[in-house]
């Protein structure tokens, strides 16, 4: 059973820059497609971006295109979302994700495992 360990989240003002990160352990890692998620106060969960099993194919939200950038280290079993110019509404609990199956999905149902949440608020 994989599991996900996230971190990284804190408080910047707009214009910062954080990095979050996203520890896998357990079997079959580098065989997943990983993917960040965020949640905002009153919100559902929406998809920040997602990248491949070999760390070379990655999709983006469109509005998060430039800003963010999310990359993968398979021997070290770490992904992590880098997120730059930073705005009050990037201001969410950010979650990573996993799934087994072969599709870069963009829906919470597309990934099956999930790290508890890391807390990033950004002030304006």
């Known amino acids: 059973q994989v599991q996900l360990v996230d971190s990284g989240g804190a408080l910047s003002v707009a214009g910062g820059s954080l990095r979050l990160s996203c520890v896998a352990s357990?079997?079959?890692?580098?065989?997943?497609?990983m993917a960040w998620f965020r949640q905002a106060p009153g919100k559902e969960r929406e998809f920040v971006a997602s990248?491949?099993?070999?760390?070379?194919?990655?999709y983006y939200e469109d509005s998060l295109k430039g800003r963010f950038i999310i990359t993968r280290n398979k021997p070290n079993n770490t992904m992590w979302l880098q997120m730059n110019s930073l705005k009050p509404e990037d201001t969410a609990v950010y979650f990573c994700?996993?799934?087994?199956?072969?599709?870069?999905?963009?829906?919470?149902?597309?990934?099956?495992?999930w790290g508890q949440g890391t807390q990033v608020t950004v002030s304006s």
């Open positions: 994700a996993a799934t087994k199956g072969s599709h870069m999905g963009t829906g919470v149902r597309d990934y099956e495992v």
């Open positions: 357990g079997p079959a890692y580098s065989n997943l497609i």
């Open positions: 990248i491949g099993w070999s760390g070379t194919e990655t």
